[in-house]
């Protein structure tokens, strides 16, 4: 396969990339660009030129793989120096995904035209990178410093009406156009046209400058530790100081010491493992059972979610639930989901009818019959699971996929509860389960590949990240969060407070520390499950109380006001209680424990040594395939800092520093 063609039509050249899967600037292609553009150069009936892709979107970005080796010539920005430098205009043909490189590319163009579905920006931070090629420089000579700053140091991408409104793109084409047609007819239109000033030679339009100190300020709380948001908005202002060429040169630093840096180090692993964690050798291969229909047993908080999940992905979904009262709250609670996505602008009020049209409820078990697959969430109950599980193999073909909701439960028991367990399987979601990514997908024991392997179709198409996981109390994520939480109570007892290893977790880049967390999801469910647990718990393990003290006493979390914590109103944060307070230090006395001091680092350092301790343990018994499943477990479900790369990561770097 050719990486990059050139080819001559009626005075004008057409330069081809095509590099799948994303048209990544791969040396193959930054070569072939500049040895299309050298012999368009040799040319002189040449009018214009059309840069386009082929497959599913132009250019997406730099190739990441070659980021861990030496740069080789010719480098990107070259390239689109020489773009830039053609004596005739060159116009970009824009679908799919425009990011990063390749929207530098596109912006060192004349011209760039765009299919409407096109989704254009600059990723880079989320890469723990700024653009290194000319974004940081180009875009605001093209659409002012404001929307600059927003496109480059927030990582989100744009629709191409907004690029349009924002003028970084010129023309959109009719959904229904050849886009290279349409790039051929726009380049026979501007070729007669002087070509315009290469935008890394035109001045900045507006002169007003925003507020950097507060503007950076806000990037630095937003980013939560992480660096690259906070530099891509210092050099976009830096280079008011510069000419274009200098500010060119200052960017391209900054960029090749971001790439070295451990940041983005941890952010790239963390892209890639994401895209690697499904893949399974028991897998490969396997062509997934096609599925229409969706059945949901239980339609409150984990089963509503999932029903919505299920129809945003155009699944028909039926729900069933034990009489119609519940069900009318099942019902209900998936509008309220949809109105959530319809406020967020993913779907329009036409969608949300159409998709709530799509979801069928019944009370009877019966009508899951056309269902290929079918979830339970209900009542975290084994027992209960089991019945649930023999009501619906009664009625659903024999080839039907059958799953549980579980976070902890015995998959392994209830697969065996049921004639032909090869076709059950774990999908545990995370609430809520139509907004977050993350899903473990538990293989039992008997599980077949085809099985698996629709259980992660299945996943994919629902737009989430799965992680196949094996069978065992926790899976992995609940499995570590109760070892470091464990370890967490013992520092209490020994001496902590619940706002210093919430603060310490905070500052290491957790969005919120473990008892906020525990206030915010409620005391009282783990309560009653300690409450169970009681009878079969090792008498010899050390067990703290203060959790059930505090439930013993009403204080169930945040919807009480009151938990590990205070809460003066709703909203208000978290303050640390004189009475819990008081209660610890009672608890640690009763027992004996003569309380120390802990520092924010020996806080961390536990709470990773235990993740990294527990990970090891779940590596060894083969419940995670490998040690990146357990990072993207971490950092999509648990909160644990994303550019840190995650516990198992960092294990194979230095020490955490705090
Ligand atoms: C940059 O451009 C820096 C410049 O400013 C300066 C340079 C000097 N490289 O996500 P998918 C692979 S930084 C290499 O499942 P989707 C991925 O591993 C870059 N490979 O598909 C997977 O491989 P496989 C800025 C990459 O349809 C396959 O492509 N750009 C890269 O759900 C499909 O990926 C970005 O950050 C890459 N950059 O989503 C864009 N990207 O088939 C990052 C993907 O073997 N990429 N692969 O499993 C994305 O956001 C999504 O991949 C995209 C497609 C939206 C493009």
């Known amino acids: 396969m050719t990486t990059v063609t050139l080819e001559f039509a009626d005075n004008l050249a057409i330069i081809d990339i095509n590099n799948p899967p994303i048209n990544a600037t791969s040396h193959a292609v930054r070569s072939g660009v500049m040895d299309a553009l050298a012999s368009i150069r040799q040319n002189p009936a040449v009018t214009a030129i059309i840069l386009c892709c082929t497959g599913t979107t132009f250019i997406a970005g730099a190739d990441i793989s070659e980021f861990n080796q030496p740069a080789r010539a010719p480098l990107l920005p070259d390239v689109i120096i020489a773009l830039e430098d053609m004596p005739v205009p060159v116009i970009a043909a824009l679908h799919g995904t425009v990011l990063g490189g390749g929207l530098e590319v596109a912006l060192g163009c004349h011209y760039r035209i765009a299919h409407p579905a096109t989704r254009l920006g600059f990723p880079e931070v989320n890469l723990g990178l700024i653009p290194g090629a000319g974004g940081t420089v180009r875009t605001p000579r093209l659409i002012g410093v404001e929307n600059a700053i927003s496109l480059i140091s927030n990582g989100k991408p744009i629709t191409a009406s907004i690029a349009l409104d924002w003028g970084l793109i010129d023309h959109i084409t009719k959904s229904d156009t050849n886009l290279q047609q349409a790039a051929i007819e726009y380049a026979r239109k501007v070729a007669t046209q002087p070509c315009p000033t290469p935008l890394a030679k035109r001045n900045i339009p507006d002169t007003k400058q925003p507020d950097w100190d507060s503007l950076i300020a806000k990037t630095a709380q937003k980013a939560r530790g992480a660096t690259a948001p906070i530099i891509a908005v210092e050099t976009i202002r830096d280079q008011f100081a510069l000419s274009?060429?200098?500010?060119?040169?200052?960017?391209?630093?900054?960029?090749?010491?971001?790439?070295?840096?451990?940041?983005?180090?941890?952010?790239?692993?963390?892209?890639?493992?994401?895209?690697?964690?499904?893949?399974?050798?028991?897998?490969?291969?396997?062509?997934?059972?096609?599925?229409k229909t969706i059945g949901i047993v239980g339609g409150g908080l984990m089963?509503?979610?999932?029903?919505?999940?299920?129809?945003?992905?155009?699944?028909?979904?039926?729900?069933?639930?034990?009489?119609?009262?519940?069900?009318?709250?099942?019902?209900?609670?998936?509008?309220?989901?949809?109105?959530?996505?319809?406020?967020?602008?993913?779907?329009?009020?036409?969608?949300?009818?159409?998709?709530?049209?799509?979801?069928?409820?019944?009370?009877?078990?019966?009508?899951?019959?056309?269902?290929?697959?079918?979830?339970?969430?209900?009542?975290?109950?084994?027992?209960?699971?089991?019945?649930?599980?023999?009501?619906?193999?009664?009625?659903?073909?024999?080839?039907?996929?059958?799953?549980?909701?579980?976070?902890?439960?015995?998959?392994?028991?209830?697969?065996?509860?049921?004639?032909?367990?090869?076709?059950?399987?774990?999908?545990?979601?995370?609430?809520?389960?139509?907004?977050?990514?993350?899903?473990?997908?538990?293989?039992?024991?008997?599980?077949?590949?085809?099985?698996?392997?629709?259980?992660?179709?299945?996943?994919?198409?629902?737009?989430k990240i799965a992680v196949p996981t094996g069978v065992c109390d926790g899976f992995i994520g609940n499995r570590i969060m109760s070892a470091y939480r464990k370890q967490c109570e013992y520092m209490i007892e020994d001496g902590a407070y619940p706002e210093q290893i919430d603060a310490a977790m905070t500052d290491f880049g957790f969005p919120m520390g473990l008892f906020a967390m525990q206030d915010m999801a409620g005391l009282e469910i783990s309560w009653k499950t300690r409450q169970r647990q009681a009878a079969t718990r090792d008498p010899n393990e050390r067990y703290v109380a203060l959790g059930d003290y505090l439930c013993e006493q009403g204080r169930f979390g945040r919807k009480t006001g009151l938990g590990w914590f205070r809460y003066d109103t709703a909203k208000s944060a978290p303050q640390p209680d004189p009475d819990v307070k008081r209660l610890i230090e009672q608890e640690s006395a009763r027992k004996g424990i003569k309380r120390r001091d802990f520092s924010p680092s020996e806080i961390i350092q536990t709470i990773l040594a235990t993740m990294q301790q527990e990970g090891d343990k779940i590596l060894n018994e083969g419940v995670a395939h490998t040690a990146d499943a357990i990072d993207v477990v971490m950092i999509n479900g648990y909160g644990f800092p994303r550019w840190r790369g995650g516990p198992m990561f960092m294990k194979t770097k230095s020490p955490v520093s705090s």
């Open 244 to 291: 274009a060429d200098q500010a060119l040169a200052n960017e391209r630093q900054q960029f090749v010491t971001l790439r070295e840096g451990e940041q983005s180090q941890a952010l790239r692993h963390i892209f890639m493992a994401e895209r690697n964690v499904a893949k399974l050798p028991t897998t490969q291969g396997v062509t997934p059972t096609p599925i």
């Open 303 to 463: 089963g509503a979610g999932i029903a919505t999940a299920c129809l945003l992905a155009g699944y028909q979904t039926i729900m069933i639930e034990r009489d119609e009262a519940a069900l009318a709250k099942g019902r209900e609670n998936v509008a309220s989901h949809l109105q959530g996505s319809l406020k967020r602008g993913i779907i329009s009020q036409e969608r949300n009818d159409q998709l709530l049209s799509q979801l069928h409820g019944n009370t009877d078990y019966a009508a899951l019959a056309p269902a290929e697959l079918v979830i339970e969430a209900v009542f975290e109950d084994l027992e209960v699971k089991k019945s649930v599980f023999d009501a619906v193999a009664r009625v659903v073909d024999s080839t039907a996929i059958i799953a549980s909701n579980t976070s902890y439960l015995d998959i392994n028991a209830l697969a065996h509860s049921i004639s032909n367990p090869e076709r059950v399987i774990g999908l545990h979601f995370f609430s809520p389960a139509h907004i977050m990514k993350l899903l473990e997908v538990v293989c039992t024991d008997g599980a077949n590949p085809q099985t698996l392997a629709t259980a992660l179709a299945f996943a994919r198409k629902l737009g």
